[in-house]
């Protein structure tokens, strides 16, 4: 392929959107020029619908009205198809009855009915009846005033007539469905987003305020206790908070953007929690009193963000029940980075009770619930259960997905 056809299929793509952009009316009003000036071309004045077959009269000033009045109304084909139809369908009916001779601005009728079936909106069925009765009255003037025409050849043009109503509908018809089927699949992904959102809300608000509910209580016993240690309580509990309004701030960015993942939000995405950070958590927890050893095996490279934000909540949550039910028994926390698969580990020891990951809901759920639904939309897997010599473990696997450097 040549270097000038390269270049012009873009351009004609880019042409056609734009004509696409334009107004109905605009488009509409160039149809009806364009048949318009077509049905003055010799080689098709013969071509156009036809019926009655009275003998033919010369033409004048009176069919060439008519043959405009056939074309001029398509101009508000899309605006007001019924007042179109029963314009040009009323000059038809008048330029066969006078037995002018056919010519191409004729089917401007097929392209009336056509119009009809795919906008018009209220009274369709009314609209179907009213033509009916005016194609038969047209039948009968045109026998009366001596057409050779039968009863057959007048059903068989209502047919093609029909034809050019049908297509239209069904033009109409398919739209509809579109629309609803976008309609239902921005539904579906407003309420997916939603539910992602509460759930994002769930992991941060829930971590950070139970730490900081731990380490307030700690500070408080610390303040009788041991006074001179109080105040790294206290710092424990102001640090847990900025940590949980930065998060707060970065959920709160993506709801006021255009409601997109996180992961499409190039800027939103630097600040949204990593692997990187998933040590802080163990800090956060060990500050709050929670003994937690923290390991890494393998070479940490950088995932999409979908990756990084689902490893990391997952840390988070099984931290958070640690937090709650643990009764300060250690927890360890191990990241196993691999050329395929992400693997997280966190188990916990002691008989403590501990929550259970049921199957989520229609909403998605709530913490490990809401979790094993992230992990399994990555083509991963979670599990959390009680240890066989006693304690919890929650442990998932979540396909690497490293950035292209």
């Known amino acids: 392929m040549s270097r000038q056809a390269t270049w012009s299929i873009p351009l004609l793509r880019a042409s056609l959107d734009r004509w696409q952009e334009r107004d109905a009316l605009l488009k509409d009003g160039v149809l009806a020029l364009t048949l318009t000036t077509l049905a003055f071309v010799p080689p098709l004045s013969q071509i156009g619908a036809q019926i009655g077959d009275l003998p033919e009269r010369p033409a004048n000033v009176l069919s060439v009205g008519l043959v405009l009045a056939q074309t001029v109304p398509l101009a508000v084909r899309r605006r007001w198809p019924a007042v179109c139809l029963a314009v ?63 009863l057959p050849d007048y059903l068989a043009f209502s047919l093609v007539l029909a034809a050019a109503w049908l297509v239209g509908s069904t033009v109409r018809t398919r739209r509809t469905e579109e629309e609803k089927q976008r309609r239902l699949a921005a539904e579906m992904a407003t309420a997916a987003e939603r539910a992602r959102i509460a759930r994002e809300l769930h992991d941060v608000v829930t971590h950070h305020v139970t730490a900081m509910v731990v380490q307030a209580d700690a500070a408080q016993f610390l ?72 390991g890494e095996q393998g070479e940490r490279r950088p995932q999409s963000v979908d990756v990084e934000l689902a490893a990391y909540r997952v840390v988070q949550e099984a931290l958070t029940n640690a937090l709650k039910y643990a009764g300060g028994k250690p927890t360890r926390v191990l990241l196993r980075h691999g050329d395929e698969h992400i693997e997280i580990v966190v188990t916990t ?31 991963g897997e979670l599990e959390a259960g009680p240890r066989p010599g006693g304690g919890f473990e929650v442990r998932a696997t979540i396909p690497s997905k490293p950035l292209q450097e």
């Open 349 to 379: 020891d002691g008989p403590a009770a501990a929550p259970v990951a049921r199957k989520p809901g229609p909403a998605g759920g709530r913490g490990l619930a809401g979790l094993r639904a992230r992990v399994r939309m990555l083509d």
């Open 88 to 150: 040009i369908a009323g000059v038809f009916a008048v330029h066969q009855a006078l037995g002018f001779a056919t010519t191409f601005a004729s089917m401007g009728l097929y392209l009336a009915l056509y119009s009809v079936g795919a906008h018009q909106v209220r009274f369709r069925h009314g609209l179907v009846v009213v033509a009916s009765a005016g194609y038969a009255v047209l039948a009968v003037v045109l026998n009366r005033l001596g057409s050779p025409n039968s």
């Open 223 to 294: 303040l009788t206790s041991a006074p001179e240690r109080a105040g790294e309580g206290l710092t424990a509990v102001s640090d847990t908070g900025r940590r949980a309004l930065t998060e707060l701030r970065y959920l709160l960015g993506v709801l006021e953007a255009t409601g997109e993942a996180a992961s499409a939000d190039p800027v939103g995405a630097g600040r949204a929690p990593a692997l990187g950070r998933v040590g802080d958590l163990a800090e956060q927890a060990r500050r709050s009193g929670q003994p937690v050893e923290f």
